[in-house]
């Protein structure tokens, strides 16, 4: 296990910040057993996202796509949050304003008790149907692909590349990366847009910027402050410091 080293700079963000904010990635998730997307293991490793993660795939191939999403599905159904997910869900509790913004569709922060999460890319358990626009959560279907009770066509509610981000999610996410004095990026690859802007955003607002990853990201020159290693293992750390900092 790495133990970090804390510079005086992050200590003082760490006990004087009222306005915390922190962006998640994949990697949050890989402790649980999630694959992630890039790198020797990640899934566009094996698999074409132009095939599978793009509205005009869902349109030629729908029952490609749906068997896709229904095997990640099965694989999230059964996993259970990490200690990076804790560490988040409580550092919401140290701070007076903490948001959190997240990239993952895995709904892994919620199971960990995260009160309120911005999740940008939408969430792989719902359901959204393309006539009404009615969500659910059902799952094992008759047909693949699924139709809604209106007859229209289900599609999972995620958000596959050259589509808009949920626009009130990615305001709210905007400010809060504007606001904030102190700024976490944990587990992104900085590789997708516009997530991969908002450390950027803190950061020309006056946020230190902090990156907890396994290596060097796309976004590493924006951030003040580099712990590369797990995040469950660095998270906890980075929270027990709060509460140490608060005592003294
Ligand atoms: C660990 C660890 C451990 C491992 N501890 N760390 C500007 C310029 C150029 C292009 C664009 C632009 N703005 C927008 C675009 C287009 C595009 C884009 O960004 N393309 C790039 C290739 C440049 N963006 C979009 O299309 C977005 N929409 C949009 O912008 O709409 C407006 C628009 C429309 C049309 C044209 C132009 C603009 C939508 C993006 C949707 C992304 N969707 C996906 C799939 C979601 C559904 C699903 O799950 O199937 O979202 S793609 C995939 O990437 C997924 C992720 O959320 C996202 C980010 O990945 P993430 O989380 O960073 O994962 P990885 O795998 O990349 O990285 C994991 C990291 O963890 C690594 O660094 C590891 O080291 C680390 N790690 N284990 C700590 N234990
Ligand atoms: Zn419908």
Not at 153 to 162: I, K, Y
Not at 209 to 217: I, Q, T
Request: proline share 6%; charged share 25%.
């Amino acid at each position: 296990m790495q133990t970090i080293e804390f510079e005086d700079r992050f200590l003082e963000a760490l006990k004087n910040s009222t306005r915390v904010a922190a962006l998640t990635g994949a990697g949050v998730s890989a402790e649980s057993g999630v694959p992630t997307f890039r790198g020797e293991d990640g899934l566009w490793k094996k698999h074409n996202p132009m095939e599978l993660a793009t509205f005009e795939a869902f349109n030629s191939n729908p029952k490609l796509v749906w068997e896709w999403y229904d095997f990640r599905r099965n694989i999230i159904r059964k996993i259970k949050p990490n200690p990076g997910h804790f560490a988040l869900a409580e550092m919401a509790k140290l701070y007076e304003n903490f948001t959190l913004i997240t990239q993952n569709v895995d709904r892994l922060h919620m199971a960990a008790g995260s009160p309120e999460i911005h999740e940008l890319h939408g969430n792989i358990h719902r359901n959204r149907c393309l006539d009404c626009g009615k969500m659910d959560y059902t799952e094992g279907f008759d047909e693949i692909p699924p139709k809604c009770a209106c007859g229209g066509r289900l599609r999972p509610d995620v958000v596959w590349f050259g589509e808009m981000l949920p626009a009130e999610t990615l305001e709210k996410s905007m400010l809060a990366a504007h606001n904030s004095e102190l700024f976490f990026t944990i587990g992104t690859s900085g590789a997708i847009y516009p997530a991969a802007g908002l450390p950027g955003v803190a950061k020309k607002n006056g946020a230190l910027v902090v990156e907890v990853n396994l290596e060097p990201s796309e976004i590493s020159h924006v951030c003040d402050i580099k712990y590369h290693g797990k995040s469950g293992e660095i998270l906890p750390q980075i929270v027990n410091k709060i509460k140490e900092l608060r005592q003294s």
